[in-house]
């Protein structure tokens, strides 16, 4: 009998990109994705998805120049609540077998990481749970989640913000903040990715398509394909160079449809 692999649970908050691609000015809007459709689509579980009766789920407008690839993103934040620590009691957690958290409410996602912990302590450890976190904005409340997650991902600006100039700058320098035996993950743009762990600096060069098209998303690709390669048992050094490869391609392309 073949047993049902565990998912990965993304804890987060979803924003409605409405994207124009121009030559070089704002045209009208002409692409507009709605939320639970698109998930539905892409077979992706939204069944934990909480509900909030009050508020706007927020949206962002964004201008990709065809010449450059770069974009302009214009956020409309419609005051909708984070995800708390008692809608994450909800959860089973006996389903999943990671978890992976967008920094934001950081107070209370570090009471959920908490509760992972919680679990883990009474369960075998190959039934245990890997927990990771991204630092993307540099918000001082979100700096406390350094010392919660197996794999920690800072962004460059977070770096930057700690007055690190390169990936591996910023591994080195900021490593002591993660917990014993986590990862602490660095994407650079161009100039690739680093990350350092219990068992070393690791590196991958970046892989720039032919021609840069769209860059929107690609932070997001990276830890995606950097946590889809981990979930399915790679070591770290080939999941830096399999993230970099994926947000490379996704660079490429308009979307993300064409990554496959």
């Not at 998912?7 to 000015?25: P, R, S």
């Not at 075998?124 to 927990?131: D, F, G």
């Not at 932070?219 to 399915?232: E, K, R």
Request: charged share 20%; proline share 2%.
């Amino acid at each position: 009998m073949t047993t049902k692999k565990k998912q990965i649970l993304c804890v987060g908050l979803v924003c409605l990109d409405v994207i124009n691609v121009v030559d070089k000015f704002p045209v009208e809007d002409t692409d507009t994705r709605f939320i639970t459709d698109d998930f539905e689509s892409r077979d992706i579980n939204i069944s934990n998805i909480v509900w909030q009766q009050a508020g706007i789920t927020p949206s962002a407008c964004c201008i990709v120049n065809l010449s450059s690839g770069s974009r302009t993103v214009i956020v409309s934040d419609m005051n909708l609540c984070d995800v708390t620590s008692n809608d994450f009691r909800k959860i089973d957690l006996s389903l999943y077998q990671w978890i992976h958290w967008e920094g934001r409410n950081a107070s209370e996602q570090v009471a959920m990481i908490q509760q992972v912990e919680q679990y883990n302590a009474t369960v075998s450890a190959e039934l245990r749970i890997t927990t990771s976190v991204e630092i993307e904005k540099t918000r001082e409340e979100l700096y406390q989640l350094f010392g919660h997650g197996d794999f920690v991902f800072i962004s460059k600006d977070v770096a930057r913000h700690f007055g690190f100039n390169s990936a591996s700058e910023a591994v080195k320098g900021l490593y002591n903040r993660v917990k014993p035996g986590a990862y602490l993950i660095c994407a650079w743009a161009e100039q690739g990715a680093d990350a350092m762990g219990p068992d070393g600096v690791f590196h991958s060069n970046a892989f720039p398509p032919e021609k840069l098209v769209d860059t929107l998303g690609a932070g997001d690709t990276f830890i995606a394909a950097v946590l889809f390669s981990l979930y399915n048992g790679k070591c770290i050094q080939e999941s830096l160079i399999f993230g970099c490869q994926i947000a490379g391609r996704k660079c490429g392309i308009q979307g993300y449809d064409g990554i496959v």
